[in-house]
């Protein structure tokens, strides 16, 4: 299995921006597809975005509405997550998370290596 660590998450004001940042061990990061969820107490982990092998990205379009970017550098073994104009609502754990399907998924049931999470604090 894959190691992933996040980093980047903090206390931001509404309409700020952060990137978060999962870094992966080992050697087969570009087999992976990569994935981003975010969890609240008391709630289910909820699907933010997917990316795959090559580059093909799936997004939860109606909690992010376009506000979030995914993206990958394989060369780094790292995968991003790009949060534009957030609002209060986003504020979660977000956990990076590694499936070895061929296809991006928005079941955390797909994805076998879980980062510890990172916390995201939207002030209003």
């Known amino acids: 299995q894959v190691q992933l660590v996040e980093s980047g998450g903090g206390l931001v004001q509404a309409g700020g921006s952060l990137r978060l940042s999962c870094a992966a061990s080992g050697h087969t990061f570009y087999s992976y597809v990569m994935g981003w969820f975010r969890q609240v107490p008391g709630k289910e982990r909820e699907f933010v975005a997917a990316i795959s092998r090559s580059g093909g990205r799936l997004y939860n379009v109606d909690s992010m509405k376009g506000r979030f970017t995914i993206s990958r550098d394989n060369a780094k073994n790292t995968v991003y997550l790009q949060m534009n104009s957030l609002k209060p609502e986003d504020t979660a754990v977000y956990y990076c998370?590694?499936?070895?399907?061929?296809?991006?998924?928005?079941?955390?049931?797909?994805?076998?290596?879980w980062g510890q999470g990172t916390q995201v604090t939207v002030s209003s």
């Open positions: 998370a590694a499936s070895r399907l061929e296809y991006p998924s928005p079941q955390p049931t797909d994805f076998g290596s």
